[in-house]
């Protein structure tokens, strides 16, 4: 079992940043992959970021490639977000999610994550 709490998250004007942490206690911090999603107001949860065990493998959505970044501190068990020129349609909860296995491959796919934070709030005004 793995517990993880989201931090961050808040109101910024549009083209500011934000960065999202999420904590994870519990377990071998380094035996999970991790990743973000988001679901914004009146939509299904959507993938953000991944990356691997080791933090030397990242995958992006299409909409936020090249303005989120997403990274690890193993010894912290810690993963990050950080998120630049932001938008406002990327206004959502953001989750941080955690799933068991030392993959050299990173998923997006919601199915594969088995434990959840309680989620974040990030709104972006134009």
């Known amino acids: 079992q793995v517990q993880l709490v989201e931090s961050g998250g808040g109101l910024v004007q549009a083209g500011g940043s934000l960065r999202l942490s999420c904590a994870a206690s519990g377990r071998t911090f380094s035996n999970y992959y991790m990743g973000w999603f988001r679901q914004p107001p009146g939509k299904e949860r959507e993938f953000v970021a991944a990356?691997?065990?080791?933090?030397?493998?990242?995958d992006y959505a299409d909409s936020v490639k090249g303005r989120f970044t997403i990274s690890r501190d193993n010894a912290k068990n810690t993963v990050y977000l950080q998120m630049t020129s932001l938008k406002p349609e990327d206004t959502a909860v953001y989750y941080c999610a955690a799933g068991f296995g030392q993959y050299y491959y990173t998923t997006g796919r919601e199915s594969s994550y088995g434990y959840w934070g309680q989620g974040t709030q990030v709104s972006v005004s134009s």
């Open positions: 990356i691997i065990w080791s933090g030397s493998n990242t």
